[in-house]
Nanobody, 124 residues
Framework: QVQLVESGGGLVQTGGSLRLACAASGRTFSGYVMGWFRQAPGKEREFVSA????????NVADSVKGRFTISRDSTKNTLYLQMNSLQPEDTAVYYC?????????????????WGQGTQVTVSS
């Protein structure tokens, strides 16, 4: 049974940084893609970034490109999202998710397993 547990969210001022982590368990993730999505109140869940677990190929949404960096530690089965230069529009619940297969698709419906989410709030 796949389990994804996010941590690292919180309240930060504009321009600040946070590092999210997602501890994954329940299987080996080689051949999977793991990603981050976010959902703000009243908005649809949107793609943030994803990484292929085996090869390390990444994809980043234009809205966070140059500010957010995704990475993984295969030895710890942990996914990270380093978020710099945070803006109020980055305020959302951030979710970790994983999909079968190594192709990165920035669409939430293709991800089978989800964490419970962690709140990120950026104050202006």
């Amino acid at each position: 049974q796949v389990q994804l547990v996010e941590s690292g969210g919180g309240l930060v001022q504009t321009g600040g940084s946070l590092r999210l982590a997602c501890a994954a368990s329940g299987r080996t993730f080689s051949g999977y893609v793991m990603g981050w999505f976010r959902q703000a109140p009243g908005k649809e869940r949107e793609f943030v970034s994803a990484i292929s677990w085996r090869g390390g190929t990444t994809n980043v949404a234009d809205s966070v490109k140059g500010r957010f960096t995704i990475s993984r530690d295969s030895t710890k089965n942990t996914l990270y999202l380093q978020m710099n230069s945070l803006q109020p529009e980055d305020t959302a619940v951030y979710y970790c998710a994983t999909k079968v297969g190594g192709l990165i698709i920035p669409r939430a419906s293709t991800y089978a397993y989800w964490g419970q989410g962690t709140q990120v709030t950026v104050s202006s």
